[in-house]
């Protein structure tokens, strides 16, 4: 029988197959943690995956990380599973949870070899995630059976039921129709609303907060800056082999954020301190420290 990680690591493996097999450049995370674990690159389209078995083990600090990168990276991101709420997922069916858009193994293949999610759309049936409990807090408050509201609403007494239990996610139509018969909203985390969180760094720099290593922070300019903290050895060493092979596409720079002033490379990743980060005029001091650690 095999292990969680066994089965992790296979579906990782099939996504990246399908990335390479579909042209793109890709590195993958191995053997530490992070919000994703593919990130592919094509003739200037950007991808972001995160493989899991079950849709449902997405959190929404994962949604929001994801996000953020998506963001920065100027990246589709994509959750990749084969289940939601116990039920396999459905070729070209999409929907949305924590902000990401969720898809198949199946219809992943239909996105990259359409150009883009934006393009493949009139491929797909997209779903959203519904607030169930709300959804049945609603209707009692409001003293309606589930009969009652599937007739003010149009939306199936069976339907009702699946979305008050968490056994399935909605289609835009059948939410709005819910929320309207209600007055209420029913969306779960649509929305992340873009609140980056981009915190001022120094008096000229201003700093992403990922806050999931290992682009812990990050910082867009004619370059892009990822940075991660200062971690033990055995992690700079898995996060530097990542770094290598993901700048032999994208080209970037990144730096280990230091508590205090130390050698200037740990494993080839050039240090800052954060004293030294946040006291930055401007992102020439950083082409400049760059520099001197090559």
Not at 20 to 45: C, K, M, Q, T, Y
Not at 165 to 188: F, M, Q
């Amino acid at each position: 029988m095999q292990s969680a990680s066994s089965k992790s690591k296979k579906r990782v493996k099939l996504c990246n197959d399908a990335v390479n097999a579909a042209g793109f450049s890709s590195v993958s995370v191995e053997n530490f943690h992070a919000p994703f674990d593919i990130i592919a690159g094509r003739n200037g389209r950007s991808l972001i995956l995160k493989a899991v078995r079950n849709i449902d083990s997405i959190t929404p600090e994962d949604g929001k990380a994801l996000s953020k990168l998506s963001y920065f990276f100027d990246a589709e991101a994509y959750v990749v599973g084969e289940s939601y709420k116990g039920t396999k997922l459905e070729e070209s069916k999409v929907f949305t949870r924590h902000g990401i858009s969720c898809i198949s193994d199946s219809t992943l293949e239909i996105m990259l070899y359409n150009g883009s999610f934006r393009l493949a759309r009139k491929f797909f049936r997209e779903n959203v995630e519904i607030n169930g409990g709300e959804l049945k807090r609603l209707r009692k408050l409001s003293g309606m059976s589930r009969k009652q509201l599937s007739e003010i609403s149009e939306v199936s007494v069976d339907s009702i039921y699946r979305y008050e239990n968490g056994y399935t996610s909605a289609s835009p139509l059948n939410l709005e129709k819910l929320e309207k018969a209600l007055s209420a909203k029913l969306s779960v985390n649509q929305s992340l609303e873009h609140n980056y969180n981009i915190k001022a760094a120094g008096h000229g720099i201003a700093l992403l907060d990922i806050n999931k290593e290992p682009f812990k922070k990050a910082l867009k300019d004619k370059t892009r800056f990822e940075f991660a903290e200062l971690a033990d050895f055995r992690t700079l060493k898995k996060w530097s082999d990542f770094y290598k092979a993901f700048n032999a596409i994208f080209d970037d720079i990144q730096f280990i954020i230091t508590k205090k002033e130390m050698h200037k490379k740990l494993f080839g990743i050039p240090t800052i301190s954060k004293r030294k980060l946040y006291s930055l005029e401007d992102t020439e001091e950083l082409y400049e420290l760059a520099e001197e650690s090559t």
